[in-house]
C-alpha cells in the first residue's frame, strides 16, 4: 500500500512512471522471494516428509530384519539342542555298541587261549595233547589202563583246564602235591626237566604213581586210586568217569575195562 500512494503522490507523470517501474520491481522481488521461499519450504517439507518416511521405512527394515534375526537364532537353537540329542543318543549307543564289542572280543581271546591251552579236542572230548599223553604214558606199566589215566585227568583237573593250585596246595593237570610230585617225577616229554605244571610230566607221573601202588592189575586198581586220593567217593567218581571214557571209545582200553569195580581194599594212608 505504501508503494501505491509513493506514485499516486508523485509530482508528475514521468516521477510517477518511475515510481510505478520502482514498486513493480519490487513487488516481483518480493513475490519472487516469497515464491523461492515457498518453493523452498516445500521442497523442505518433501525432504522432511521423504527423510521421515524413508527412516520409518529403514526403521521398519531394521526391526524386520531383526525379528528374522531373532526367529532364525531361535530356530538355529531348537536344532543345535536336536542335534545334541542326537548326538548324545548316538554316543550312548556307540559306547553300547563298543562295551558289547570289547565282551565280543575278550570272549574271542578266551575263547582262543583256550583253545590254544588245550589243544584240539579228540572224539573222545579229551584234548587230543591229553589224549596222547595218557595213552603213551599207560604203556609204561604193563596193565594200565589209559582210560583210568583219563578218569583222573578228568577228575582232577578236566583234562588240564583247572589246573590249581587247589586250597589244599595241588598243581598242574594231575593236581599233585609237589612234595609227591618230586617223588615221583618223570620228564614224560624229555626236554630235561619234570614240571608238575606240564601235561606229559604230570601225566607220566601219575602213572608212575598209580602203576607203584598197583593200577596194572584190576583188582589193584581201587586201592592205588586210594593212594591218589584217600576217599572212597573219589575212587567211585574216577570209575563211573572211566567207564563212561571206555562207553564213549566203544572198546575196553585193556585189562579189567568193562569190568566191574574191585572190591575196596584196605584204607591205606593219603599221600
Not at 140 to 158: D, I, K, N, Y
Not at 165 to 175: K, T, Y
Not at 246 to 270: F, Y
Request: proline share 4%.
Amino acid at each position: 500500500m505504501g508503494l501505491a500512494s509513493s506514485v499516486l503522490d508523485a509530482e508528475d507523470p514521468e516521477s510517477a512512471l518511475w515510481r510505478a517501474s520502482t514498486a513493480r520491481r519490487l513487488w516481483r522481488d518480493v513475490l519472487d522471494d516469497a515464491d523461492g521461499q515457498v518453493a523452498r519450504w516445500r521442497a523442505e517439507t518433501r525432504r522432511t516428509g521423504e527423510s521421515r518416511r524413508a527412516a520409518e521405512a529403514e526403521e521398519t527394515r531394521r526391526l524386520a530384519t531383526i525379528a528374522a534375526l531373532r526367529r532364525d537364532s531361535a530356530k538355529a537353537a531348537a536344532a543345535l539342542a536336536e542335534a545334541r540329542k542326537a548326538l548324545d543318543s548316538l554316543d550312548a549307543r556307540a559306547r553300547r555298541l563298543r562295551a558289547v564289542q570289547d565282551a565280543r572280543d575278550r570272549l574271542t581271546a578266551a575263547v582262543a587261549a583256550a583253545r590254544t591251552s588245550v589243544g584240539r579236542i579228540t572224539a573222545m572230548g579229551i584234548p587230543e595233547r591229553m589224549e596222547t599223553a595218557y595213552r603213551t604214558a599207560a604203556t609204561t606199566c604193563p596193565g594200565l589202563r589209559w582210560t583210568l589215566l583219563a578218569a583222573v585227568g578228568q577228575v582232577e583237573s578236566g583234562h588240564g583246564r583247572n589246573n590249581g593250585p587247589s586250597s589244599a596246595g595241588a598243581v598242574g593237570p594231575m593236581q599233585f602235591m609237589p612234595a609227591t610230585f618230586a617223588a615221583h617225577a618223570v620228564d614224560g616229554d624229555g626236554d630235561g626237566t619234570a614240571d608238575p605244571w606240564n601235561p606229559e610230566d604230570a601225566v607220566f607221573t601219575a602213572a608212575r604213581y598209580l602203576c607203584g601202588n598197583g593200577a596194572g592189575t584190576a583188582e589193584g586198581v581201587r586201592a592205588a586210586l586210594l593212594r591218589y586220593n584217600h576217599a572212597d567217593w573219589y575212587v567211585d567218581l574216577v570209575l563211573a568217569t572211566e567207564q563212561a571214557i571206555v562207553a564213549r571209545e566203544g572198546s575196553a582200553g585193556g585189562p579189567g575195562a568193562g569190568s566191574s569195580s574191585p572190591t575196596p581194599g584196605p584204607t591205606g594212608s593219603g599221600s
